[in-house]
């Protein structure tokens, strides 16, 4: 079986589910997953991962800080160690940090954010976004070692794998960069990269007094985050990290929710795999509506009380 390395974030000893559908990746590739896994809490996380899908865990110990330069070195030692022929990595902020010096160590290049992942024999294709999401590559690398990283709510999580060897190693604490402090998000909100539902609102959502429609609509779910507009953010309605887009993140959940947003091309680059997609527009020849499963043409502020209460009842139902 083809060994592939994947590195996995862990917040307080659980490892975060953009890595846990990488590891899905990796073993839907067929490949034979050691998971490398750093940090505070790190052993706990190690103990988890078997059960999604991990064969061994290298543990990586003794690191106070986090340094991206130091821990690719690591990564990249393991992988040379196992003779592995991939690594990945989810793109979260940190995965992208770490994965491309990876690959800079190794000699090889990249593939960032795929959104699909084959292995025939040690040879990987992987599908990734063009032209924000108008074209789709499949591509090959013909480096030694296959380094990507892959898109958040592309992949399934494996829920019913085994056990996993763990084993501890010194983690190089020599980094050239350092991350000092990390800041929670306030309110413990969900994040739209790792969101099954992201309920989404731009300029038609008329000012940020309205966002209560939004959020209650996210709030009946239980499981959704709120997306935005760049119209939106820059108007100062909504925090950056919550844009959706070119220039913002790029999502792909199970459930998008474009309420008064019209569908620009940079928009549509942010969100156009996500797996289904509804529009809510007053303007029936909105552009998103093009990309849209399912369309309301209506006045966001009548159609979002009616849909939170609809989900609300479904949800009493059951
Ligand atoms: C280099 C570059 C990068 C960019 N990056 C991004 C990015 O990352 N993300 C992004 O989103 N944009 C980005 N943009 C901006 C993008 O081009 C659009 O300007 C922006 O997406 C428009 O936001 P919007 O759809 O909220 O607003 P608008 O285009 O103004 O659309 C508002 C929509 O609301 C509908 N509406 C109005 N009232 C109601 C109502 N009561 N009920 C229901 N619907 C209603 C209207 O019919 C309209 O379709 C970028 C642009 C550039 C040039």
Known sequence: MTTIVVFVEQNSGQPVRASLECIGAARAAGGSVVAVVTGAGAENAAAALGKSGAGKVVCLTGATQHSPDALARDCAGVVQELGAKAFLAAATATGKDV??????????????????????????????????????????????????????????????????????????????????????????????????????????????????????????????????????????????????????????PQLYIAVGISGAIQHLAGMRTSKVIVAINKDAEAPIFKVADYGIVGDAMEVLPALTKAVKDLKAQK
Not at 111 to 122: F, Q
Not at 124 to 145: C, D, H, I, P, Y
Not at 200 to 221: H, Q, T, V
């Open 99 to 252: 994965a491309p010096r990876v690959a800079a160590l190794l000699d090889v290049t990249i593939l960032s954010d795929v959104t699909t992942l084959a292995n025939a024999g040690g040879a990987f294709n992987a599908t990734r976004a063009w032209l924000g999401g108008k074209a789709l590559a499949n591509l090959g690398s013909s480096g030694a070692v296959f380094v990507a990283t892959t898109r958040p709510n592309a992949f399934a999580a494996l829920e019913n794998g085994g056990t996993a060897e763990v084993v501890k190693k010194n983690a190089s604490t020599d980094g050239k960069a350092v991350v000092t402090a990390i800041e929670a998000k306030k309110g413990g909100k969900l994040d739209v990269k790792e969101a099954p539902v992201v309920v989404s609102g731009g300029r038609g959502m008329k000012g940020p007094e309205n966002w209560n429609l939004i959020e209650d609509l996210a709030a009946a779910f239980g499981n959704a985050a709120t997306g935005a507009s760049r119209a939106v953010v820059d108007s100062g309605w909504r925090p950056h990290g919550e844009q959706v887009g070119q220039t913002g993140k790029t999502v792909a």
